[in-house]
């Protein structure tokens, strides 16, 4: 995991590589993450396994968390961004 700066040097982002990783430990984990996190920070997932792809959105969305965006990538991955509430 790693954190960046956006170009307005603003926003807080963790990366969160879960390649390799099935549900629910896709979930569980990215809330653990989110958890440890200050409002308003982001959380990038990248998974590789695409029922997580809809069900990190989706349990996100459940508990309160904000779904940015969904993408698939070219190589076969999902990059979920989600948003500390």
């Known amino acids: ?7 307005s040097g603003s926003t807080s982002r ?3 590589d879960l390649r390799g990783e099935v549900c629910p430990y896709t979930f569980v984990k990215s809330k653990l993450t989110l ?14 396994y695409e029922p997580s792809s809809r069900n990190i959105p989706k349990s996100m969305r459940i508990i309160g968390e ?3 965006s969904v993408a698939a ?4 991955t999902w990059e979920i961004v989600l948003r500390k509430a």
Not at 1 to 7: K, Y
Not at 73 to 76: E, V, Y
């Open 1 to 7: 995991m790693a954190n960046e700066r956006s170009a």
């Open 14 to 16: 963790k990366l969160l």
């Open 35 to 48: 958890e440890q996190m200050a409002p308003g920070e982001e959380l990038v997932v990248t998974v590789d």
């Open 66 to 68: 904000e779904v940015v």
């Open 73 to 76: 990538k070219d190589d076969g």
